[in-house]
């Protein structure tokens, strides 16, 4: 693998096109990572509270960086708390209106242009202790809501769809030309699975979250939101919904109630996972978990289809995460220091790997070269092959539609049904995103 290359397309042309808005330099710490934010804040001793959500891995990781954090800065003690993706927001909210925040919180740009606009996070912009001069202006951004840095980011991340290539080679099928193949090349393939299996296994599942609906509007040539509002036509919006009926109309993918079935199961028993299933759309860095919860299979990342045989720059790198500090944090240099420490830091870099999405400091990617696993050098290499098709960020998710998910899997339920035509799903989908966003 030639990492020279996937460290400039990361530092280059993939975190160029993260976003548009640019912001400068917010600190005045050094540009090399080794001497991130040196003062420590005030020096006196403070206790200071980091919430994250994520996997065992990720709780494991994550509190052996901080215990490497409080080694260098002993005055600052750090409480981390963790919890699962569902029960975070909620503990989020309620310590919120509470007056009780985290001091440092992992936060996602669902919930981003939210909690900045209802004061509840602090200009990290303003806080001396945090070296943002490695990262680009446009990577910066997106962690921007109306041109204040509310957020650092942590990691970027490509939307891909991941192939098992031992069900294929079980099945003695071999994939079209990912590079040029169209939704029908797709869907066809799809159902050849299916049919070759006998039913065993299907062809695949449809798309279901932001992500990929954001970048479904793009490639029609619209966007899912623009200043701050719903932007994406019901007639396009129609298609992306009726996918899952289409499938299984066709056997490429499976029946509404054994779909609907999956929701609420763990990663290491989704059909995808237990071999019953041969592609599946999801975030390049997830290669690694899919990897683990199918027991080592191999699996291949390639291009989303396009009618376009891939012409476009329809794609972008989504920020997988970022860290913020709260707006009542007593404690704010402090807080900023840790966050300096956990992107900037080697050794933080070494402990948390790319668990939590590629890095969006270039300087770690190099740094973790040579340390990849054979998951995350997949990753690294297909951010390298989608560089081309990379184009400028859409804005972040408005205030008010923090729930754009829920909505997404709730109407594709209803057309998957057919307890709702796709265009009427469409025209409530957007009627329903666009009151909570009016509301918010």
Not at 32 to 52: C, K, T
Not at 67 to 92: Q, R
Not at 124 to 137: I, K, M, Q, R
Not at 367 to 385: F, G, M, N, Q
């Amino acid at each position: 693998m030639e990492f020279t290359r996937s460290r400039r397309v990361l530092a280059g042309a993939a975190f160029a096109a993260a976003a548009t808005m640019g912001l400068a330099a917010c600190s005045s710490g050094s540009s090399d990572p080794a001497s991130s934010g040196a003062d420590g804040g005030s020096g006196e001793q403070v206790e200071i509270r980091l919430n994250w959500w994520g996997s065992d891995a990720r709780h494991e990781r994550t509190q052996e960086a901080i215990d490497a954090f409080m080694a260098e800065y002993p005055n600052i003690t750090v409480v981390g708390e963790f919890s699962d993706w569902t029960g975070y927001w909620d503990k989020l909210a309620t310590s919120t209106a509470g007056s009780n925040m985290p001091d440092v919180i992992q936060m996602d740009q669902l919930y981003l242009a939210s909690y900045a606009e209802r004061g509840t996070l602090a200009d990290l912009g303003a806080l001396s202790t945090l070296d943002t001069s490695n990262l680009s202006d446009s990577v910066l951004g997106i962690g921007q809501v109306d041109g204040t840095q509310y957020a650092m980011p942590v990691s970027t991340v490509g939307f891909t769809i991941l192939v098992n290539q031992d069900i294929l080679d079980e099945l003695g099928l071999t994939l079209p030309n990912t590079d040029s193949w169209t939704w029908d090349d797709f869907y066809a393939f799809a159902a050849e699975v299916t049919e070759v299996s006998g039913g065993d296994v299907v062809g695949t599942a449809p798309m279901n979250n932001e992500f990929s609906l954001q970048l479904w509007a793009r490639q029609n040539g619209e966007a899912l939101f623009t200043d701050g509002n719903v932007s994406i036509s019901p007639e396009v919006l129609a298609d992306y919904l009726a996918q899952g009926l289409e499938m299984s109309k066709i056997g490429a993918s499976a029946e509404a109630t054994a779909y609907s079935e999956q929701a609420s199961l763990p990663l290491d028993q989704i059909d995808f996972s237990v071999g019953k299933q041969a592609m599946a759309f999801t975030q390049i860095t997830q290669i690694a978990a899919y990897t683990a919860a199918s027991d080592g299979a191999n699996l291949v990342a390639v291009k989303l289809p396009t009618e376009d045989a891939n012409a476009s720059k329809y794609l972008y790198l989504k920020p997988g995460m970022y860290f913020s500090v709260s707006s009542q944090s007593e404690h704010p240099e402090e807080a900023a220091q840790l966050i300096d420490f956990l992107v900037n830091n080697p050794t933080a870099a070494e402990i948390i790997g790319t668990e939590r999405g590629l890095p969006a400091n270039p300087n770690t990617i190099e740094l973790l070269a040579d340390s990849l696993t054979p998951e995350e050098t997949k990753a690294v290499e297909y951010t390298d092959s989608i560089a081309d098709l990379l184009g400028e960020a859409p804005e972040i998710v408005p205030n008010g539609a923090s729930g754009v998910d829920g909505l997404i899997q709730r109407y594709i339920l209803e057309v998957y049904f057919e307890s709702s035509s796709p265009i009427d799903a469409a025209d409530a989908f957007i009627s329903e995103l666009q009151s909570s966003i009016d509301a918010a």
